[in-house]
């Protein structure tokens, strides 16, 4: 059974989210400010922490920060909760090391799918893996081979480097910084355009209808996210 932390200042929410998640069967800690939420962070080791970013006392993203750079603790994922598009910019481009991010007010439904997701991504992200997978779509990483329905599918080599990027890291929200750093590296002349350019090509030659993602999702001001 895996442990939730919540930690967020508007008690209503608290109690809702706590309710839903113990009725899924999962344990769940609770702190109501950033001082106490880091504490509990530490003491009760969980799977997850659910971290709102407006807290009183210590602010999500310090909290974030100190879990990521606290040996003990740098492996739990994070979900922040944030209340205004703003913030997403600050989650994103400050590569907090929050895990995901949803915005508030979210449905307690979308709430649990992010929960599950975030649960069901490999506890080593550093581990390597042979193969990703996600529906029809096989990639066979040492082999650099990409398959869709086990036909192969040729993509040039930074495709292929973007799409395992972006499948390493599937359901999280990946900013065209982040991407350029990766997949380009860090002495990039390139514009980020270069990004949405590749990006375009690679649904192309992935997605059913590649004027209608459902793989390679873009969010508005922010980067891309691969589902599944
Ligand atoms: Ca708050």
């Keep these: 059974m895996a442990k939730i932390l919540i930690i967020e ?19 769940v800690v609770t702190a109501l400010e950033g001082e106490e939420g880091l504490q509990k962070v530490r003491s009760e080791l969980p799977d997850l922490v ?17 879990v990521r750079n606290d040996n003990r603790t740098a492996h739990i994922p994070i979900i922040m909760l944030t209340a205004r598009g703003t913030e997403v910019d600050k989650i994103v481009g400050l590569e907090s090391g929050a895990d995901d991010y949803i915005v508030k007010p979210f449905g307690l ?5 992010r929960v599950r997701a975030v ?26 081979r990409v398959y869709l329905d086990e036909q192969e599918i040729k993509l040039s ?9 972006l499948m390493r890291n599937r359901n999280a929200v990946l900013s065209r910084d982040l991407i350029l750093t990766k997949v380009w590296g860090y002495d ?7 990004v949405d350019v590749h990006i ?4 192309e030659k992935i997605e059913d209808d ?3 993602p459902k793989r390679i999702v873009t969010v508005r001001g922010v980067g891309y996210r691969f589902e599944g």
Aim: include cysteine; charge should be negative.
């Design 9 to 27: 200042d508007e008690a209503s929410l608290v109690q809702k989210l706590a309710e839903k998640l113990s009725a899924e069967g999962y344990a």
């Design 50 to 66: 659910v971290l709102d970013i407006m807290l009183p006392g210590l602010d999500g993203l310090s909290i974030c920060r100190m």
């Design 109 to 113: 439904g979308e709430f649990l799918a």
């Design 119 to 144: 649960l069901r991504r490999p506890k080593n992200p550093t581990l390597q893996q042979d193969e990703l997978v996600s529906g029809n779509l096989r990639v066979d990483i040492t082999g650099r």
């Design 157 to 165: 080599n930074k495709e292929f480097d973007l799409l395992t990027e």
């Design 188 to 194: 990039y002349f390139v514009d980020k355009r270069t």
């Design 200 to 203: 375009r090509w690679l649904r």
């Design 210 to 212: 590649s004027s209608n």
